[in-house]
């Protein structure tokens, strides 16, 4: 087997640029259980943005907004609204990762740089995939700040109860008709991925609506990208309204692993999080297409949680609804128990749920 040309340690960090990062990260404290780490801005001598930088197990999520009137950050919000702009990973060598990526057609961003403090250094470099958002290889061998040089350490005054939120399972993008497999080719020659897993207008359409998805994974599995394209059907696809309403290209959700989803969704619902609500009809026969499960089918009823299973196991699985105005991106929580794919048997009855929000907004 050839070597990987880009080995991934895994997910470094996910930033949203936002319009309003100090309010974001009460949400994300609050409502998922996230502590503050980090902060940057002008206390710290950063005078053009203010990052919050959020951590709960091997999670992290930075929240960036802009200071200034005109400025690549207050663009993004404009155009996008909040979303995410990095998907950063985390290697061994971020310099080589820019070139073998680089040298195989990936536009860069911004070139491999050294940022240093009384902590160490970080090598960082960035390249960019669909829509404008980048990935930013975060080389942090040498480093032992709360964050990034240039952040400092931060803590909150609030009460944080962290929810069992383990580590990111998987990020989805959305891209326009007819670029799926272009995107899909750009991981495999540029990065190096494979592609695990495909889905189309059979697997996953309804009545009104259809979208087709291919997963691609880096060598040791670490990163899962999905990559979803409207497709024809009686109606506005949902990856047609996000489309619409982020402008470009864009992370759809983000999915992030639990050991307890049970106590996890408790959680989140209890602190108003809200989630896509599939029909009581559902359980009715889920026992009959995933066999026995360890969970109460009570319980996950209560909390509207739904069940899948492949050859290798089963998964628990819910959806929030969109943590923005703009109908865009959104959350996975996801309690895998062997199954090591992406819940197909729950497409159907997703995205019918996600239609009638769809109409619910007058976007069907
Ligand atoms: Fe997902």
Same mark, same amino acid.
């Given at each position: ?7 991934? +340690? ?10 309003? $990062? ?26 053009? =943005? $203010? ?8 999670? =992290?999520?930075?929240?960036? @907004? ?18 995410? !702009?990095? %998907?950063? %990973? ?11 990526? @680089?040298?195989?057609?990936? *536009? ?16 960082? $470099? ?12 975060? *080389? ?16 909150? /005054? ?15 993008? /959305?891209? *326009? ?7 899909? !080719? ?33 060598? +040791? ?6 990559? +979803? ?17 982020? &402008?470009?290209?864009?992370?759809? &959700? ?21 989630? %896509? !609500? ?15 499960? /360890? ?6 009823? !209560?909390? /509207? ?10 998964? %628990? ?8 105005? =703009? ?8 309690? =895998? ?8 048997? +729950? ?18």
């Amino acid at each position: 087997m050839a070597e990987d040309f880009l080995p991934l +340690n895994g997910t470094d960090y996910i930033e949203f640029y936002v319009g309003n $990062a100090k309010q974001a990260a009460v949400f994300y404290q609050y409502a998922f259980g996230f502590e503050l780490v980090a902060y940057a801005g002008p206390e710290t001598g950063v005078r053009d =943005r $203010a990052s919050y930088v959020l951590k709960q197990n091997k999670i =992290r999520l930075v929240l960036t @907004t802009s200071l200034v009137k005109d400025s690549e950050i207050s663009e993004h919000v404009k155009k996008h609204g909040d979303g995410v !702009k990095v %998907l950063a %990973l985390w290697v061994d060598d971020a310099a080589k990762s820019f070139y073998e990526t @680089t040298s195989r057609g990936a *536009e860069p961003a911004s070139k491999p740089q050294t940022l240093k403090d009384e902590f160490g250094e970080v090598v960082v $470099a960035s390249i960019k995939t669909y829509g404008e958002t980048l990935h930013t290889f975060v *080389e942090r061998k040498n480093y032992k700040g709360a964050f990034l040089p240039g952040y400092r350490a931060a803590k909150s /005054n609030m009460q944080i109860e962290p929810i069992g939120l383990k580590y990111i399972d998987h990020c989805v993008g /959305n891209v *326009e008709l007819g670029k799926m497999n272009q995107w899909v !080719k750009f991981y495999e020659d540029v990065m190096g991925f494979k592609l695990l897993v495909t889905f189309d207008d059979e697997d996953i359409s309804t009545e009104y609506s259809a979208l087709m998805s291919k997963v691609v994974s880096n060598g +040791n599995g670490y990163i899962k990208f999905p990559i +979803n394209e409207p497709a024809q059907g009686k109606k506005k696809s949902q990856i047609e309204e996000y489309l619409d309403f982020y &402008h470009s290209a864009g992370v759809q &959700h983000i999915a992030i692993a639990t050991d307890d989803i049970i106590h996890t969704v408790g959680e989140l619902r209890k602190r108003g999080v809200e989630f %896509l !609500k599939v029909p009581d009809v559902y359980y009715d026969d889920v026992t009959d297409r995933v066999g026995k499960i /360890n969970e109460s089918l009570e319980e996950l009823r !209560k909390l /509207n949680i739904l069940i899948d299973r492949d050859e290798e196991g089963y998964l %628990l699985q819910i959806f929030t609804k969109p943590v923005q105005d =703009r109908p865009t991106v959104f959350f996975e929580i996801i309690e =895998r128990n062997g199954a090591k794919s992406f819940g197909k048997g +729950n497409f159907k009855a997703l995205f019918e749920s996600i239609e009638r929000e769809q109409a619910l907004r007058g976007n069907l």
